[in-house]
């Protein structure tokens, strides 16, 4: 499988202008339907302090860093999607939302580049990417998380990013698999979908 020569996401949405807005009210749909669409968020909540910071990295309309924040912990999402961006404020006004780029983003605080105890990335983010941007976003996630934190993310097979390409992209942005399961609740790995946790190397 070839790593796809550009952002998947604005391909799709310079395409289909409604694209972002049909996503966001897919969400909605489901949620007012019953489904459950906090799955990754709980896995998460449960592997943190409360109050933790929390980096949710792609965020898009805020389903799973919005969760988090109404459970107590201090969270910023980053996706390079404006109008989701704006979704994910109006939604979701306890989190801090900002539109960026994953492959160049730097929060800043007045004590430097902003550190984190746990970043997520969830719904397939790490595939809408460009094959020159994977590392470099992967770089700058951990440049985002704090020495002991860890970082979870996931994603289906079938989307040209190879889960062994995936850990050896990790393993040069510096990061290291400490475990890997096939569902958000655990499951064992196999070669279907990929939930990937990650600490400093």
Sequence with gaps: ??????????AVTTQNPDHSANYAQRWRTFEKAG??????ARLVDALVERGSRILDAGCGSGRVGGYLSRRGHTVVGVDLDPY??????ADHPMAQWVQGDLATFQLQTEAGLAQ??????????????????????????KAHLAADGRMTIGFGAGRNYDFAEFEADALDAGLVLEARYSTWQ???????FLVAMLTHA
């Design 1 to 10: 499988m070839s790593a796809p020569e550009t952002n998947v996401w604005t």
């Design 35 to 40: 489904k459950d669409i906090y799955g990754e």
């Design 84 to 89: 989701l961006i704006e979704v994910a404020a």
């Design 116 to 141: 984190f105890d746990h970043i997520v990335s969830a719904g397939n983010v790490m595939t809408f990417l460009a094959g020159y941007e994977r590392v470099p976003a992967l770089r700058q996630m």
């Design 186 to 192: 655990l499951h064992p790995a196999n070669d279907s």
